[in-house]
C-alpha cells in the first residue's frame, strides 16, 4: 500500500526531530503511533490517524486512564471540564466504559508545507499538557472524597499550584520545545467554535 502523502510528510518530521514512532496500515487508514512517559503517570501513545490522501488527520490519545470505578467518574468528569477549559484544542473525555480519552482538534486548512512540523509541535504540546495536568488526574482518582473544587480560592493549594500561568518548571527531554504555549495551540490555528465540553 502507498503511504498516505499527510503520514509520508509527518514521518519526514518526526525523523528530523529524532522522534521514535510507529506506522501502521489497514484497509481503511494509516496511522503514526509515538509515545512518552509522562513525568508523574504512564507511558502513552499519541495516535495521528488519516483516512484518506488528504490533509485530513485525526490525533488522539486513547486509554489515558482506563477502568475508573463508578464512584470516581464524576470527579473525573469535572477534571475534563477544567482541563478542557485551561488549553485550547484538546478535548478530554469520559467514555461508558470509564475510560478517559484526549483527542486534539487540527484545522483541515493545515497544508503540506506545514503538517509535519505542525504534528511535532502538538506532540511536544500534549507532552506539556499532559505533564502538568496529570496530577489533577490523579488527586481525583485517589481522594477520600468523590468531589473536588476546581474554581476561585477554594480549590486544594495542590490543585491551585497546577494552575499558575507560566510553564517554567515544564521540562521536555526532547530535541526542542516549540515556540508555542500549550494554553493557545499551535501557531496560525483559529480558535475552534467547538466548545470542549463533557
Given amino acids: ?28 487508514y494509516q496511522e503514526i503511533q509515538a509515545s512518552f512517559s ?12 488519516s483516512k484518506d490522501r488528504g490533509n485530513d488527520l485525526e490525533i488522539r490519545l486513547p486509554g489515558l486512564v482506563n477502568n475508573i470505578p463508578a464512584e ?3 470527579s473525573m468528569l469535572e477534571v475534563c471540564n477544567t482541563l478542557n477549559e485551561k488549553y485550547r484544542f ?3 473525555s469520559l467514555n461508558k466504559d470509564g475510560n478517559m480519552n484526549l483527542k486534539y482538534d487540527l484545522p483541515a486548512t493545515i497544508g503540506d508545507e506545514s503538517i509535519g512540523e505542525t504534528c511535532f509541535d ?14 489533577l488526574i490523579t488527586e481525583a482518582l485517589y481522594r477520600e472524597n468523590t ?3 476546581l474554581k476561585n480560592d477554594a480549590g486544594p493549594e495542590s490543585l491551585q499550584r497546577m494552575f499558575k500561568d507560566g510553564q517554567d518548571e515544564i521540562s521536555i527531554k526532547i530535541s526542542r520545545t516549540p515556540s508555542v504555549d500549550p494554553d493557545q495551540g499551535v501557531p496560525g490555528e483559529k480558535k475552534s467554535d467547538e466548545v470542549n465540553g463533557i
Fill in 72 to 74: 470516581k467518574r464524576l
Fill in 90 to 92: 484538546t478535548k478530554f
Fill in 147 to 149: 468531589g473536588i473544587v
Fill in 122 to 135: 502538538i506532540f511536544v504540546i500534549l507532552i506539556q499538557i499532559l505533564n502538568q495536568g496529570y496530577p
Fill in 38 to 49: 509522562i513525568t508523574v503517570g504512564p507511558l502513552v501513545t499519541v495516535h495521528f490517524t
Fill in 1 to 28: 500500500m502507498t503511504t498516505y502523502k499527510t503520514i509520508q510528510l509527518i514521518s519526514e518530521a518526526f525523523d528530523r526531530h529524532s522522534i521514535v514512532y510507529q506506522v501502521y496500515e489497514t484497509e481503511e
